[in-house]
């Protein structure tokens, strides 16, 4: 039997996030007790939102959780480029194979004009198959060589069943007629994700795909696809979502949810691992705390349990906590200390800051002790400038949380240059929005400059002190979070 291969295969898209590296980890859990190997590869093909930055952060903090892969962009191997956007010959030579076999079609429907005719769409009409003519066509290719620009779309049956057969939950029907004509191949020459995940875990020999259950509902297009390709599908399981305490789908509004907020709040990369394992792993006995080893040792794909894993801060704290009291020697835990961020590095950031702010050396720890902690306590006061409501400056807060999602590169000017926009946007003077943020970011009515800590604070946990100071204010209701968001964009 060939051997094992899995692969982990996250978008460059926005911070690196604790739910990658929780696929990536029993990616990898599986591929070592079955003696097997893993890939890495970048799926970059959202030009719009892909971006190499994001590709490295990434790489670093799945590294420092002390992850590892055998083939990738970092490390090369035999099925080379592993970044998607190195390999578009591929997919187009595949989606013209497949057009060419009357599995796929030329459309030359504008945006705009889909976007019409779906709206001219009644109720109980069928689902929605793209201009007819363009489907039935036969093959287009001479004009598409002189459109201004086209996509090619899959032809999705019109009718018939078929089932997604996954390894936890054995299987799950389907009906054709319910799913679109997908695009494979965007105008832009770039692959869509179905077309790309297809071609590459063919070209690659991956034989596992172990994923979230989000792409459930793409499966069935894969499996098509597959079956066009004259291909056999790799064998599939789909891993339960990490959640928010309230059972939604974890993410950023609510919980950390980027690697690098937990490394810079202090948390290790064992007990992270350990953490992550629990999430859908279930320990043998009474005993929760294991190391990767001893995951790997007794790993079974299948007692993965399918019941929902909410991401508990206050669970993983206590974990971290075990890991600091019993695995760690004073020595150790010195040297733990000293690669966060006790180290010359990190200090010196802070030293210009201080200079003129610090009439004697004992007053640079008080003053900057906000730069290490993992939470601070703003007072309400502050807070709120004078005669403005406490609504309004949890929404300037939030449009603060965006301005700054969005710099790049992440430096004091551009810093102020958000700042000043969220001023714009609300018509405030720029005290009015430097204030509250001063006291949500640092906790204390005196500090550093404000852009330049903000800087040394990194934009993870910048982010999680001003939502942290949005909910002391009440928060900000879904309604009005959209209402707001819609002004702002
Ligand atoms: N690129 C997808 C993601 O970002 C991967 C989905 C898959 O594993 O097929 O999650």
Redesign the pocket.
């Known amino acids: 039997m060939a051997d094992v291969c899995v692969r982990i295969?996250?978008?460059p898209t926005g911070a690196p996030h604790v739910g990658t590296a929780y696929i990536a980890l029993f990616n990898i859990a599986y591929a070592r007790a079955q003696g097997g190997k893993v890939i890495l590869r970048i799926?970059d093909t959202d030009q719009t939102r892909s971006r190499r930055h994001h590709e490295d952060r990434l790489l670093s903090a799945l590294k420092w959780l002390g992850l590892a892969w055998d083939e990738g962009p970092d490390v090369g191997g035999p099925a080379a480029p592993y970044r998607q956007s190195e390999r578009l010959d591929q997919y187009e030579k595949y989606a013209l194979q497949l057009v060419e076999a009357g599995h796929a079609y030329y459309s030359f429907t504008t945006p705009e004009e889909l976007a019409a005719w779906r709206s001219r769409r009644g109720q109980g009409d069928p689902p929605p198959y793209y201009a007819e003519r363009e489907r039935s066509a036969s093959q287009n290719r001479g004009r598409a060589e002189t459109a201004d620009s086209y996509v090619i779309r899959m032809k999705m049956p019109r009718e018939g069943t078929g089932v997604v057969t996954d390894s936890l939950r054995g299987e799950i029907p389907f009906e054709y007629a319910t799913i679109d004509d997908q695009i494979i191949l965007k105008s832009d020459g770039f692959p869509t994700?179905h077309l790309a995940?297809v071609v590459d875990d063919h070209l690659m020999g991956v034989d596992n795909?172990i994923?979230g259950e989000e792409?459930i509902s793409s499966t069935p297009k894969h499996l098509l696809l597959y079956q066009q390709l004259g291909w056999d599908p790799p064998r599939y399981t789909h891993l339960p979502l990490l959640l928010n305490p309230d059972r939604s789908k974890m993410s950023k509004r609510r919980n950390p949810t980027s690697i690098d907020y937990y490394r810079r709040a202090g948390f290790l990369p064992a007990p992270m691992l350990n953490y992550l394992a629990l999430m859908a792993y279930p320990p043998d006995g009474e005993e929760e705390k294991f190391s990767f080893q001893q995951l790997v040792d007794r790993f079974d794909l299948g007692r993965v349990n399918l019941g929902g894993s909410v991401f508990d801060l206050d669970k993983l704290s206590w974990l971290n906590g075990r890991y600091i009291r019993e695995d760690l020697t004073p020595e150790a835990l010195l040297g733990e200390m000293k690669s966060w961020l006790l180290n010359d590095e990190f200090i010196s950031g802070m030293i210009p800051l201080m200079q003129e702010r610090m009439p004697t050396l004992g007053d640079f720890m008080p003053r900057c002790a906000f730069f290490f902690a993992r939470e601070v306590n703003p007072s309400l006061e502050d807070l709120v400038p004078g005669k403005r409501e406490a609504a309004d400056a949890v929404g300037m807060l939030q449009t603060a949380v965006w301005a700054l999602e969005e710099l790049d590169p992440w430096s004091g000017k551009e810093i102020e240059k958000a700042v000043k926009r969220v001023a714009d946007f609300w018509e405030w003077p720029i005290r009015d929005v430097t204030r509250p943020m001063f006291s949500a970011i640092m906790g204390q009515p005196v500090g550093p400059p404000l852009y330049e800590s903000i800087v040394l604070l990194q934009v993870d946990m910048s982010r999680s002190r001003l939502l942290a100071a949005m909910a002391l204010l009440g928060g900000l209701s879904k309604k009005k979070l959209k209402a707001l968001e819609k002004k702002w964009r």
Do not use: Q
Request: proline share 11%.
């Open positions: 295969a996250p978008s799926e994700y995940v795909v994923r792409w």
